[in-house]
């Protein structure tokens, strides 16, 4: 429902990002190292990200090849119908938000630009938040946000640590993950980026804290 947000140009991304972590060959530290401050970051980077992602669409739905060294794990045919539903239900909700807001302008302000707004300011320094200032290695590559507004405001994707340990699971189980690798110690052994306030959290956006850029 997202305007122009392509879920699965991202996926392809994604899960390239989790195969090489920070890593030069990461995908998003290619997106997210060239952003040094925090008001490019909040303005810039959504936009910059968006295209990149609606052209993996566009080339998945044309059957093109893409330059990733990971494929996502499903045929061709597969992707190329995902790739159309996507761009087929963005083009359907970009639709109807312009026939709310030119029926009634007030709504479409309040329901859906505002929203919107909000929304690209937020996601956008979201992975600075998960990965500035952090390492390469298997325990140092991603930063858990302990904190139950997090944890409700994410259903569970604030522990980012421990999905990358184990992406397989589900996010609202990742904080039984937490309770699980903290009990036995792993996180005392290991150099882990473990945060517990809100604000303490979102220092990592600020230009203090950069992105790895995978050297």
């Given at each position: 429902?997202i305007?122009?947000?392509m ?6 991304s994604?899960?390239?990002h989790?195969?090489?972590?920070n ?21 810039l ?13 566009l ?31 963005s ?8 026939v ?6 007030a709504?479409?302000?309040?329901c859906?630009i ?15 938040l ?26 569970g ?36 980026h ?18 790895p850029?995978?050297?």
């Amino acid at each position: 429902m997202i305007f122009s947000f392509m879920q699965i140009g991202v996926s392809l991304s994604h899960w390239n990002h989790h195969a090489f972590t920070n890593q030069k060959n990461d995908p998003d530290v290619q997106i997210f190292s060239r952003f040094k401050n925090l008001w490019s970051r909040m303005f810039l980077i959504r936009t910059y990200a968006n295209r990149i992602y609606i052209r993996n669409t566009l080339r998945m739905a044309l059957g093109k090849k893409l330059d990733y060294p990971v494929a996502l794990p499903f045929t061709e045919q597969e992707i190329k119908h995902l790739a159309i539903f996507n761009l087929a239900l963005s083009l359907l909700w970009t639709i109807a938000y312009l026939v709310l807001i030119i029926y009634n302008p007030a709504m479409g302000i309040i329901c859906i630009i505002i929203p919107h707004i909000l929304t690209v300011l937020y996601s956008s320094i979201r992975s600075y938040l998960e990965h500035a200032d952090t390492g390469n290695e298997l325990f140092d590559n991603s930063r858990t946000r302990k904190n139950i507004f997090f944890t409700i405001f994410y259903f569970g994707n604030n522990y980012h640590l421990e999905h990358h340990l184990y992406p397989r699971v589900p996010c609202y189980n990742l904080p039984a993950v937490h309770c699980f690798l903290s009990e036995n110690g792993y996180f005392k052994r290991n150099n882990t980026h473990i945060v517990g306030g809100i604000m303490e959290a979102y220092k990592f956006a600020t230009g203090k804290y950069q992105y790895p850029t995978g050297y």
